[in-house]
């Protein structure tokens, strides 16, 4: 799920603030600690390599998240594309690869545990 800015309903605005919500976006429910992540990727970096080894070979860990700049699409489990450009919020469910399709700045926060590991098999594929 993604959404742009300007999709994304303003709750109140006052002179000096608007603060927008999205609702019902995406479940942490059953989750421990979370974790703040911050990624730059170049133009063409795919993660369908890095992921080898995973079940079904794709991240299992879901990630909420923000696009400063540049472009990403990842493909779910299903085959099904989604493209995120800068200033679009984003959820990734679990079950999904992510390809870089320019020079990208996020920003991530997720579950501690299972994105650790997969942070720490990347690290072992890249080691390989």
Partial sequence: MRIAKEDVDIKMEIP??????????????GFGKISGEYFS???GVDTTPLFQGLERNLC????WGFVLRGQLTTTDV???QE???ANDLFYWPPGHNV?????ADIV???PQREHSHVINHMIEMVKS
């Fill in 83 to 85: 493209t995120v450009n």
């Fill in 16 to 29: 000096g603030a608007v603060i927008r919500q999205r609702t019902d976006f995406g479940d942490a429910t």
């Fill in 78 to 80: 299903n085959g099904v």
């Fill in 108 to 110: 991530m926060f997720s």
């Fill in 99 to 103: 390809k870089v399709d320019a020079d």
């Fill in 60 to 63: 299992q860990c879901p990630h």
């Fill in 41 to 43: 990727l170049s133009a």
